[in-house]
Each structure stands twice: as structure tokens, then as C-alpha cells.
């Protein structure tokens, strides 16, 4: 389980990292700072599984709630989307730490 978790993790922060590139070389080329927000970016990808995520939020009890969410999700840059929970599932993945005790005399 924690190999999955890193590697998924890991995934998710060198695309976050790819993205970060794109951005910075928008930026260069536009002589301003440019960030792909991550709805921007993920309709580029693929617009029709959008619109269908859209529509399930839509569907569901707390409807208004989730609309609020899914909107700020999407304007966020996308890098820190995917950097964020790639950052946190890599950590949840790592082993777990162990504490050394020295004796005295081993010191």
C-alpha cells in the first residue's frame, strides 16, 4: 500500500512539475506571470469528462456546496492542484519513522 502511495504521489508532483514548466515558460513569453488555472488546463485535456463531472456535482444533495467547491478547485493553479495532494499522499506513503535510543557508553 505505501508503494502505491508513493508512487501515485510522486506522479502527481512531477506533473505538477511539468506544469510548473508550461507556466514559467508562459510567463517568459508573455513578459507577466501566467498561471494555467487547473479547470482551464483540465478542459484542454479532456472538455466532455468536465462537463460530466460538473453534471454528477450537480445531481448530488448538496449540490450548491459542491458547486462552490468545484469552482474553486478549478480556479486554482493547476501545479498546486496536483502538487498538494501528490506532496501529501508521498508523505502518507514514506516508512514509518523509528526512533533510536543510544545507551550511554554508546555514545
Known sequence: MR???RLL?????????????VD?????AGNAIVFTSFGQAWSQLHEPSLEAVT??????????LLDHV???I?????FAV?????????LAG?????????????I
Open 9 to 21: 504521489g510522486t506522479w502527481l508532483v512531477g506533473l505538477a512539475l511539468v506544469l510548473l514548466v
Open 3 to 5: 508503494l502505491v502511495l
Open 55 to 64: 453534471r454528477f456535482f450537480e445531481s448530488r444533495f448538496f449540490a450548491d
Open 74 to 78: 478549478l480556479s486554482y493553479p493547476a
Open 94 to 106: 514514506r516508512r514509518p519513522r523509528r526512533e533510536r535510543f543510544l545507551r550511554q557508553e554508546q
Open 24 to 28: 514559467g515558460t508562459r510567463s517568459l
Open 70 to 72: 468545484m469552482q474553486a
Open 82 to 90: 496536483l502538487a498538494v495532494p501528490g506532496v501529501i499522499l508521498a
